[in-house]
Nanobody, 115 residues
């Protein structure tokens, strides 16, 4: 059974940093796509950053230059390093895994950026 466990959210001041982690269990191969999405109150869920097994990455324009996605295939874990955080980054961040044709979501972790 595939499971995703997220960690690292919290409350941070404007300009601060956070690092999110998402560990996948129950998968056997490193050929998967993992990424981060976020959903702010009253808004649709949106892509933040995605990493493929070929080390290709995609970022939303709003986070380019501030966020970095990375992966550790040995641990089946992805990370999202978030720097220079802004109030508009406040949202629930979800990890997403696409593996052998199936899509899995983490439970979400709250990130709140305040002044």
């Amino acid at each position: 059974q595939v499971q995703l466990v997220e960690s690292g959210g919290g409350l941070v001041q404007i300009g601060g940093s956070l690092r999110l982690s998402c560990a996948a269990s129950g998968i056997r191969f490193s050929d998967y796509i993992m990424g981060w999405y976020r959903q702010a109150p009253g808004k649709q869920r949106e892509l933040v950053a995605v990493s493929t097994s070929g080390d290709s990455t995609t970022y939303a324009d709003s986070v380019k230059g501030r966020f970095t996605i990375s992966r550790d295939n040995a641990k089946n874990t992805i990370y999202l390093q978030m720097n220079s955080l802004k109030p508009e980054d406040t949202a629930v961040y979800y990890c997403k895994l696409v593996y052998i044709g199936f899509t899995y979501w983490g439970q979400g972790t709250q990130v709140t950026v305040s002044s």
